[in-house]
């Protein structure tokens, strides 16, 4: 080489001079940044959505906005309250349980087949509570005035049967029966009420009413039965008065196919006839004053319901069945209620 070129090489800058140093530098530069960008994208897909907020709070970026919707999953849930159960017909119930089922969206599609189907009973959601079934629902018996009056005639014959006294009269049927068909056929065959006092036969065939009806044995089986049940007279005739009385109470054994007209010619019977009077004089006292207290008060519901064909004046009569009461009926079980009602009456028809 010439000397003078090289000479005038070492006189050259020194930022001339070729190096491979720079282009290692920037190899390893990028290599980093690769490596920290990679690692910064894996560390945030781990990490929920809170951390990666506060992760770019601590870079410095922007805070987001938090929603309502993320507000209210934050906050602690209250817990459910059971759905208030309503009481309805069994068929509603079950109707409202399947749409229970239908309606929540968090039963899977493939469960919501029928109990023919799978033979199983699907769960309602959480939250709610079992609503019972149909056939679990108990039945309420609707409680009648008409039953508390038939059950005691009822049991008021079941004890004639086991009676001793009555053993004497042979019946063919039970009590029940036998006094049943007895009443229908007296209101079949009424006694005479009007124009009593024309002749002495109508005065005679009244005073032997019942006899002609009912016969020997019947009047002989009645009086024993008067004599033995003393105490239990009042109750019965208040449970006949009351069933044969009531519309509602017309379909039981006791009250159907009662002939309401032939009760009113019994009424006058007893309060305006001598045979009918003969025949109350001849029982004991409290016996008479409660057959002429609901003979009263048939001839009142003829008032009321204008149908007192007989003309019947109930005035007299009040006055001497409260006198009588007053007097000698401290004995019966519902003296006071009787009274009232007479009372009643009386302040009516002055």
Same mark, same amino acid.
């Given at each position: 080489?010439?000397?003078?070129?090289?000479?005038?090489?070492?006189?050259?800058?020194?930022? =001339?001079?070729?190096?491979?140093?720079?282009?290692?530098?920037?190899?390893?530069?990028?290599?980093? =940044?690769?490596? @920290?960008?990679?690692?910064?994208?894996?560390?945030?897909?781990?990490?929920?959505?809170?951390?990666?907020?506060?992760?770019?709070?601590?870079?410095?970026?922007?805070?987001?906005?938090?929603?309502?919707r993320e507000i209210e999953e934050a906050l602690p849930k209250p817990e459910a309250t059971p759905p208030l159960i309503i009481e309805t017909e069994p068929s509603l119930v079950a109707d409202n349980a399947t749409q229970l089922l239908d309606s929540d969206p968090e039963n899977d599609l493939s469960k919501k087949t029928t109990a023919e189907e799978n033979g199983e009973t699907l769960p309602l959601s959480p939250g709610f509570n079992q609503l019972p079934s149909a056939t679990s629902t108990p039945a309420i018996k609707k409680i009648s005035i008409c039953d508390e009056p038939a059950k005691q005639l009822e049991n008021f014959y079941s004890h004639l049967d086991t009676q001793p006294y009555m053993a004497n009269f042979t019946l063919a049927t039970s009590s029940e029966k036998h006094f049943t068909a007895l009443i229908h056929e007296l209101l079949a065959n009424p006694p005479q009420v009007t124009r009593e006092s024309d002749d002495?036969?109508?005065?005679?065939?009244? =005073?032997?009413?019942?006899?002609?009806?009912?016969?020997?044995d019947n009047?002989?089986?009645?009086?024993?039965?008067?004599?033995?049940?003393?105490?239990?007279?009042?109750?019965?005739? @208040?449970?006949?008065?009351?069933?044969v009385t009531t519309p509602e109470c017309s379909t039981t054994p006791f009250a159907s196919d009662i002939d309401h007209d032939a009760l009113y010619e019994y009424a006058c019977f007893f309060l305006n006839t001598m045979g009918g009077r003969l025949y109350l004089f001849r029982r004991d006292a409290l016996s008479r004053m409660v057959v002429t207290y609901y003979a009263v008060l048939l001839v009142e519901q003829a008032n009321l319901q204008k149908n007192n064909r007989h003309g019947i004046a109930l005035r007299p009569v009040v006055d001497m069945l409260i006198s009588e009461m007053e007097a000698g009926g401290s004995a019966l079980k519902q003296s006071d209620s009787y009274l009232d009602t007479l009372y009643r009456l009386k302040e009516k028809y002055q």
């Open positions: 080489m010439d000397p003078s070129e090289e000479k005038k090489q070492d006189t050259l800058p020194p930022t =001339t001079k070729k190096s491979n140093f720079v282009p290692f530098l920037l190899v390893i530069l990028l290599l980093f =940044t690769i490596a @920290g960008i990679s690692f910064y994208f894996y560390s945030g897909s781990q990490l929920p959505q809170s951390t990666d907020r506060v992760a770019d709070a601590s870079l410095g970026s922007e805070t987001p906005e938090i929603t309502e002495l036969y109508t005065i005679l065939k009244n =005073t032997a009413h019942f006899f002609r009806i009912s016969g020997k009047i002989l089986m009645l009086k024993g039965i008067l004599d033995n049940e003393k105490s239990s007279v009042e109750q019965i005739l @208040g449970n006949y008065y009351q069933l």
